[in-house]
């Protein structure tokens, strides 16, 4: 019968995937499509139903409304599927399909968001974590895991404390698995790359971050065009990863770091940073400032891209490219874990270090 979901997931002639709107509605006509074509093959049908609740919005009503129609639907067909195999035979492709059926449930109900909702999620989560452990799924039971830990904290009204270590090496093995699976062109291996990259960001990895993305957006934008959503994507991810955030000590603020001037004295910043956190940050239109100020009152921030200069002791690190991990505010020195292989981590002083705006 062919690959009937890739008819509706992808062009024919461009093998692009369908976006947006598109997609949605192909998505329902898919699920028409088996319905009325391929009604007893029970595997096929789950699939196009999972693929339709995907691309549902759980904020609109007439989509929610479906969306609990579809997760009543799949539950009956895996009870149905059930009923006509043994305890034995539900195993491998079968175990393997219940187990994703639970999963995507549980995220449909989570995206809707009500307490009930929410409530439903860990339910589902919860079985699909237990089924995942069976089948020795390790990706799967992490994101089932980390869902659950999401709900909880909301439930507590407190914020997500992510274990960046584990979530760089959850990260890591995502992207190689696409890599190897479907190349490094995909859409879904590209937005892999692009959760691997705030990874490394979070992890203050600001040097491999910008490396992945730059070369990512390259990929897709050459690959997929421009106003691809991975490519957009992309894109904007780079953009907030270019962006150099210091901290000015005179003003005890952060800002963002536009240029250097002066042969370096100086350093142009802009701002103040409403927020700093390591990640996104934003600033308020009407208190901007733009102000031109001597270097020794401009500190980079965590994960910053620096390059070491006027080293006499440590001559080897001049012109040496890496990120900022840590800072001793009483010596005025960082740590700074460089880029090339078989270089050691090492202690610098702030005046030697020079933030890198473009990445050669």
Not at 127 to 139: H, V
Not at 219 to 235: D, E, F, K, M, Y
């Amino acid at each position: 019968m062919g690959n009937i979901g890739a008819a509706f997931q992808e062009c024919p002639n461009c093998k692009q995937e369908f976006q947006n709107d598109l997609r949605y509605h192909l998505e329902r006509a898919r699920v028409s499509f088996v319905e009325r074509e391929f009604a007893d093959d029970h595997m096929l049908y789950l699939r196009a139903l999972i693929h339709r609740v995907r691309v549902l919005n759980a904020e609109n009503d007439d989509d929610t409304a479906e969306g609990d129609q579809i997760c009543f639907k799949m539950i009956s067909i895996i009870d149905e599927m059930k009923s006509d195999h043994s305890q034995s035979d539900w195993s491998g492709e079968f175990m393997k399909m219940e187990a994703v059926v639970l999963y995507v449930i549980g995220l449909f109900h989570m995206n809707v968001g009500s307490e009930e909702s929410l409530q439903e999620a860990l339910k589902y989560f919860g079985s699909a974590i237990y089924l995942f452990t069976l089948l020795g799924d390790e990706n799967n039971i992490i994101s089932a895991k980390k869902n659950i830990a999401k709900i909880e904290a909301k439930f507590n009204g407190e914020e997500i404390c992510c274990n960046e270590g584990n979530d760089l090496e959850f990260s890591q093995r995502q992207y190689k698995y696409w890599l190897g699976k479907l190349g490094e062109q995909h859409p879904i291996t590209i937005r892999r790359g692009e959760l691997l990259a705030h990874a490394l960001y979070c992890s203050n990895q600001g040097v491999a971050a910008e490396r992945l993305l730059t070369k990512l957006a390259a990929i897709s934008r050459q690959v997929h065009g421009p106003t691809h959503n991975c490519t957009l994507s992309a894109t904007s991810a780079l953009k907030d990863v270019k962006d150099r955030r210091v901290f000015v000590d005179s003003r005890r603020e952060w800002f963002h770091a536009l240029k250097y001037e002066n042969d370096g004295l100086i350093c142009v910043v802009k701002g103040p940073v409403v927020e700093f956190s390591g990640g996104s940050s934003s600033m308020q239109e009407e208190h901007m400032l733009t102000l031109s100020l001597p270097v020794s009152d401009v500190f980079p921030g965590p994960g910053t891209p620096v390059v070491c200069q006027g080293l006499s002791e440590s001559a080897h690190f001049n012109g040496k490219i890496g990120d900022t991990r840590g800072f001793n505010e009483g010596e005025g020195k960082f740590e700074v874990h460089f880029e090339e292989a078989g270089l050691e981590p090492a202690i610098i002083k702030h005046e030697n270090l020079r933030i890198v705006f473009e990445l050669p």
